[in-house]
T-cell receptor
Framework: AQSVTQLGSHVSVSEGALVLLRCNYS??????LFWYVQYPNQGLQLLLK??????LVKGINGFEAEFKKSETSFHLTKPSAHMSDAAEYFC?????????????FGKGNQVVVIP | DVKVTQSSRYLVKRTGEKVFLECVQD?????MFWYRQDPGLGLRLIYF???????EKGDIPEGYSVSREKKERFSLILESASTNQTSMYLC???????????????FGAGTRLSVL
């Protein structure tokens, strides 16, 4: 079965510093990859997605992610953290496995931004 | 904008009660999903539906059932609530059954259910 690994349930970053959230996936077929963000007391919203084409994907709020097939990774970055980036971030993967194209989510990274 | 509305933000129920969680989407989406979110476990799929009256089990369907009588509404039912079903429940929808994998899922704000 497909799986997504996000290391470090809690990530602390200083305001203005680089945000780096790692995502590795397992898939025997080309995957579709997503990052979602959940702000406090809200549902998830899409940050960015990769389906085909350019492997560097830009999303909302200055975030971007790069699909690296050889490393089975889709790490999320933002050059300079802002206080408003405090949220939980989920990596998700889907593909045509088992006849069901469902999203499999990682366990999430809770990002804390330190002033 | 797509809107996915969950009927309750907070719900408190007693063990053994039958619980209904309601979800409505306003964008004529074909697919609808119910997830459970627990700290350290991420989101786990309970059930999904790709058409009216159609449903598929997700990863953790035990103790739950679903109903989709109309395209815009997807209900999650806890037949006999138990304390281990205390959790955050998230509903989501996406546009088309034809390319399920590429579809963006749109989420409701969630229902935090406490079973006492």
């Amino acid at each position: 079965a497909q799986s997504v690994t996000q290391l470090g349930s809690h990530v602390s970053v200083s305001e203005g510093a680089l945000v780096l959230l790692r995502c590795n996936y397992s898939s025997s077929v080309p995957p579709y990859l997503f990052w979602y963000v959940q702000y406090p007391n809200q549902g998830l919203q899409l940050l960015l997605k990769y389906t085909t084409g350019a492997t560097l994907v830009k999303g909302i709020n200055g975030f971007e992610a790069e699909f690296k097939k050889s490393e089975t990774s889709f790490h999320l970055t933002k050059p300079s953290a802002h206080m408003s980036d405090a949220a939980e971030y989920f990596c998700a993967v889907s593909g045509a496995w088992d006849g069901n194209n469902r999203l499999a989510f990682g366990k999430g990274n809770q990002v804390v931004v330190i002033p | 904008d797509v809107k996915v509305t969950q009927s309750s933000r907070y719900l408190v129920k007693r063990t053994g009660e039958k619980v209904f969680l309601e979800c409505v989407q306003d964008m004529d989406h074909e697919n609808m999903f119910w997830y459970r979110q627990d700290p350290g476990l991420g989101l786990r799929l309970i059930y999904f539906s790709y058409d009216v009256k159609m449903k598929e089990k997700g990863d953790i369907p035990e103790g739950y059932s679903v109903s989709r009588e109309k395209k815009e509404r997807f209900s999650l039912i806890l037949e006999s609530a138990s304390t281990n079903q205390t959790s955050m429940y998230l509903c989501a929808s996406s546009l088309s059954a034809a390319s399920l994998a590429k579809n963006i899922q749109y989420f409701g704000a969630g229902t935090r259910l406490s079973v006492l």
